[in-house]
């Protein structure tokens, strides 16, 4: 019975915004986009299928924003904990020590999410969202595809015009594919010349 099914849905994402759960929203609009989709209107199927994407990568974002705020604190704390130990220390080999500890966490806490040639988001937090997404594939047995593609003749670009040239290249593949990719689609600069793209309800 969909009819009887959408106002449940609908009331379960009344209740979801009522009480401020994302979580509840995003299963909410995808059961939707599923219920449209059987009842051949692929117009609002698409439409709950995009709030569903968007909402459920807003939770995923806070997710890792609380990681990051956390690594963050601790990361205040342990620098506080060092300057304090290299005012009350006197040996000069002690102090050297905790500035390389020191430089490490800094170092650490400088690795972004995003690629600084092309503005993609890097291999480490593709694969982060490509787990996400292949769990979320898994859990409602939706179809995902996956391409991994390269520059051809990349080196010989380097080589002939120089690496400032080879990086305008790989900045205008990267503006190109995504203006052609689907909002939903995940693009990511997976190292070198390579490329990596996840296509959510999307089949080989």
Request: net charge negative.
């Amino acid at each position: 019975d969909y009819e009887q099914a959408m106002k449940f849905l609908q009331k379960a994402l009344e209740y979801g915004i009522q009480y401020g759960s994302q979580r509840l929203q995003f299963e909410a609009h995808f059961e939707l986009a599923k219920t449209f989709k059987q009842i051949d209107n692929p117009e609002l199927a698409l439409e709950h299928f995009e709030k569903f994407y968007t909402l459920q990568q807003n939770v995923f974002n806070a997710e890792s924003d609380r990681r990051l705020k956390t690594l963050e604190i601790v990361h205040q704390v342990e620098t506080a904990k060092k300057d304090s130990e290299i005012h009350q220390l006197r040996n000069v080999e002690l102090q050297q020590e905790i500035e390389v500890r020191k430089a490490a966490q800094e170092a650490l806490e400088h690795l972004a999410s995003t690629d600084s040639l092309t503005g993609l988001i890097n291999r480490r937090h593709f694969m982060e969202l490509g787990e996400h997404a292949f769990e979320q594939a898994n859990r409602y047995h939706r179809p995902l595809s996956a391409i991994m593609l390269d520059i051809d003749l990349f080196k010989d670009i380097n080589d002939t015009f120089g690496h400032s040239a080879g990086d305008k290249v790989l900045i205008n593949v990267a503006s190109w594919m995504q203006s052609v990719l689907r909002k939903v689609d995940i693009l990511g600069r997976y190292g070198g010349d390579e490329f990596v793209i996840l296509l959510p309800e999307t089949g080989i």
